[in-house]
């Protein structure tokens, strides 16, 4: 008898599994009324006094072992979804799908550059890590010029060659060189900048720059872009070109737009006047042209660059920069454009 008990005991530790159904024919085995262990406490009843007491421990101690590996295993069966089986109830209705949601970063800029397709602009890109050339000195920005330290650099320690993009103007460099007029294109991108961050400034940011080279472009060709985009962005129809400098550009405006003083938000944001600058703007200057192989005497263009964060700031009035890097969840799930 004992000898059986210790057999059996060892088949139930070293049984497991990870199917319903064999542990449901574990416990018909053992533990059902006429399973083995419900035969061994039948024959318990014949067994010898002298080993009774021995015998119906060990058996005592056998049950108990059975049903803990049975609750165990059903317990194990039933946490691991894995094993659950999503074929065991045909009517339990499906789960639910969820949707990621677009980063606000990219709607706007998916947003841009579809009002930008519109009218003929082509989207560009240039590489992120820029030599001198294409990020400054094309830009009629050459070395020392005092307009470089508007923009703090990031440089590449091994080659003083090489920075991070501190705008995307240097796209345009790029475009220029291997395109030939017309040209209509826009480049969205991430620029760097060596700032101290706050709720208005960060050292990585993207930014749009928009192109267009052809023959008698002029400042009412700009001014009508960019009328017609702070329109299909905003719903807003006045803006105001503010006389300013940029050394890609002659003459160099600031572009403002008029956002209105209705709300308190409103007064907040434009410090009480109503105007909201977006971005920079201006003619080619014909430096920049030759400097890209387009004779200057033939063609003229314009060119503008906007921040994205900004945009996306004043349409969905985010009080602050660094929540579009910080992930959380929460934030990001608000913004459910799939675009
Ligand atoms: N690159 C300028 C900046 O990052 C923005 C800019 C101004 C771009 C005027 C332009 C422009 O193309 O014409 O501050």
Redesign the pocket.
Known sequence: MIELINKTSAEIDGFTTNSKEELEQFRIKYLSKKGVIGELFSEFKTVDSSVKRECGQSLNKLKNAAQEKLNSLKEKLEDNKEFKSSYDDLTRPAEGVEFGSSHPITIVKNRIVEIFSKIGFTVSEGPEIEDDWHNFTALNLPKHHPARD??DTFFVEQNPDLLLR????SV?VRYMEKNEPPMRTISPGR?FRNEDISARAHCIFH?V???YIDENVSFADLKQTLLYFTKEMFGKSKIRLRPSY?P??EP?AEIDIYWGLETEVDHKITKGTGWLEI????M?DPNVLKNTNIDPEKYSG?????GIERIAMLLYQIPDIRMFYENDIRFLKQFKSVL
């Open positions: 508007m923009q501190t705008h995307t103007s345009q620029v930014q720059e928009g192109l940029f890609f550009t160099s971005g920079g703007c201006g080619v314009f060119a503008f660059g906007m």
